[in-house]
T-cell receptor, first 117, second 116 residues
């Protein structure tokens, strides 16, 4: 089954304790991205990646890091989480060939709800 | 920076009536305008999209219109049903081409309630 898998789905942590949210897709998509969803603010792009070893900042990258060492995985790293990073996080992927001329449909993971105390 | 404004933030309609959600974007380089539906507790899913070279697109009860000059695009749902109740997000995106930019900007969402 084609899917984007995020882990953990739920996490409560404390300020300053490094954490990683994993994202994996089995559709051989080149493009992957991370979003955070907050009430009244919609979905905001954190980082995106065009392919292995190619990443770029979205609109709200502060406090986050990403890496793309393998095509299928795109982990989101919070080196020193703070309470303002409490949010619902979505990973998404899209095939690049659509992007060669136009951007394409995003396939979202189920989301990871993170609470930072 | 670039942004997408979406209105209204909430919308209640009677079952069978039509619903219209409007978005305005700022980046004139945007060339792809998808709409996503997010049911409670679930992930967003694409319901319809439109490219910049098209003015209107229909898929059964839903349609999207685009006015590039005014930088407006709208979602129209006819004959609404209770299962249409959800949060709807519009988005504007720019393909890479020479700019190499692949950003997605989402609107803030519209909570649609269809009253039976």
């Amino acid at each position: 089954e084609a899917q984007v898998t995020q882990n953990p789905r739920y996490l409560i942590t404390v300020t300053g304790k490094k954490l990683t949210v994993t994202c994996s897709q089995n559709m051989n998509h080149e493009y992957m991205s991370w979003y955070r969803q907050d009430p009244g603010l919609g979905l905001r792009q954190i980082y995106y990646s065009m392919n292995v070893e190619v990443t770029d900042k979205g609109d709200v990258p502060e406090g986050y890091k990403v890496s793309r060492k393998e095509k299928r995985n795109f982990p989101l790293i919070l080196e020193s989480p703070s309470p303002n990073q409490t949010s619902l996080y979505f990973c998404a992927s899209s095939p690049l060939w659509i992007w060669e001329v136009r951007p394409g449909e995003l396939f979202f993971g189920e989301g990871s709800r993170l609470t930072v105390l | 920076g670039e942004n997408v404004e979406q209105h209204p933030s909430t919308l209640s309609v009677q079952e069978g009536d039509s619903a219209v959600i409007k978005c305005t974007y700022s980046d004139s380089a945007s060339n792809y305008f998808p709409w996503y539906k997010q049911e409670l507790g679930k992930r967003p899913q694409l319901i319809i999209d439109i490219r910049s070279n098209v003015g209107e697109k229909k898929d059964q009860r839903i349609a999207v219109t685009l006015n590039k000059t005014a930088k407006h695009f709208s979602l129209h749902i006819t004959e609404t049903q209770p299962e249409d109740s959800a949060v709807y997000f519009c988005a504007a995106s720019t393909s890479g081409g020479l700019s190499g930019t692949y950003k997605y900007i989402f609107g803030t969402g519209t909570r649609l309630k269809v009253l039976a």
